[in-house]
């Protein structure tokens, strides 16, 4: 039985709610080539909650959520073995869609990748793309993703201006409202929060807080206060290995593993 299963557990014997797993990631290998990136992975990931991935540079962080939704399959000569299955289904089977996947998973990058179109095109272009055509649903359902990413307030008035002309921080929640107006189920993040400022840091963070009472959502962060102060669990990738992956509180107060302790204390990387 693996750490979170015993956990999900303790807190049922508590008289508490089972956790429900979104991906159980299964003995995962991944090479680039000859380049063996990822080794072994298990990793049970519950819904609704804040997983952070930490590690140094190159450790795999990237390379695994990007395997999540299959965005990997766009990296030429990349081979995996294992398996990864997202409510429990394995993303590899040929029977699943990758399409499908990829509604279900939705991705925010490191740099804010709005398209050169208006706020208000940033999110409908993505409902045309799937086919809904009613400008009414179009226009209710962009402003509930405005208002969903926190964003409605502040652009309500200028939605039909370019989104370029939004600040780096206003840019990055307009991605994430685009990514929440086609209804995912999770939330992939590869550090947000990398290039903005920390006003516009701490407003992506209260905004993921929000946000996990309804998605899940995997972060990959560098930033070590980050993982603590929003995630409830938290695995540490090095060498494209988890060394260890247990409640956020523990990894950062009382870690298992002696690697785990001195990367959290800054000792390397
Ligand atoms: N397209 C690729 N082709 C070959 N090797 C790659 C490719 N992408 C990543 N790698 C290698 O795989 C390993 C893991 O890279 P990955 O980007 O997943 O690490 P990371 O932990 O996200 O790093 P960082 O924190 O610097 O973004 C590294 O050794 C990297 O050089």
């Known amino acids: 039985m693996t750490l979170t299963a015993v956990k999900s557990k303790e807190n049922n014997q508590a008289g508490q709610t089972e956790n429900v797993?979104?991906?159980?990631?299964?003995?995962?290998?991944?090479?680039?080539g000859d380049h063996h990136a990822l080794k072994n992975i298990n990793l049970e990931i519950n819904e609704r909650e804040v997983t952070a991935i930490i590690g140094p540079s190159g450790?795999?962080?990237?390379?695994?959520?990007?395997?999540?939704?299959?965005?990997?399959d766009l990296v030429p000569g990349v081979k995996t073995n294992g398996s990864i299955e997202y409510r429990e289904r394995d993303i590899f089977n040929k029977d699943f869609l990758v399409e499908?996947?990829?509604?279900?998973?939705?991705?925010?990058?490191?740099?804010?990748?709005?398209?050169?179109?208006?706020?208000?095109?940033?999110?409908?272009?993505?409902?045309?793309?799937?086919?809904i055509k009613n400008k009414q649903i179009i226009n209710e359902t962009v402003e509930k993703s405005l208002r969903g990413a926190a964003l409605w307030e502040e652009v309500k008035?200028?939605?039909?201006?370019?989104?370029?002309?939004?600040?780096?921080?206003?840019?990055?929640?307009?991605?994430?409202?685009?990514?929440?107006?086609?209804e995912p189920d999770v939330i992939l993040m590869d550090e947000p929060t990398s290039a903005l400022d920390p006003v516009s840091t701490l407003k992506i963070e209260e905004l993921i807080q929000e946000l996990k009472q309804r998605y899940s959502i995997i972060i990959v962060t560098h930033n070590m206060q980050q993982a603590a102060r929003i995630s409830d669990r938290t695995a540490f990738f090095l060498n494209g290995e988890v060394v260890e992956y247990d409640v956020t509180d523990t990894i950062f107060n009382s870690p298992a593993d002696s690697r785990t302790d001195d990367y959290i204390s800054g000792r390397f990387g």
Request: aromatic fraction near 10%; glycine fraction near 8%; proline fraction near 5%.
């Open 21 to 32: 797993l979104v991906y159980n990631t299964k003995d995962l290998n991944l090479w680039y």
């Open 59 to 72: 450790c795999g962080k990237s390379t695994y959520i990007k395997t999540l939704n299959r965005m990997i």
């Open 100 to 131: 499908e996947l990829r509604t279900r998973v939705g991705m925010v990058f490191q740099k804010p990748n709005p398209f050169p179109k208006s706020i208000y095109e940033n999110i409908a272009f993505g409902l045309k793309i799937h086919g």
């Open 157 to 182: 008035d200028r939605i039909h201006e370019p989104a370029y002309g939004l600040s780096g921080g206003q840019q990055q929640r307009l991605c994430i409202a685009r990514c929440l107006a086609l």
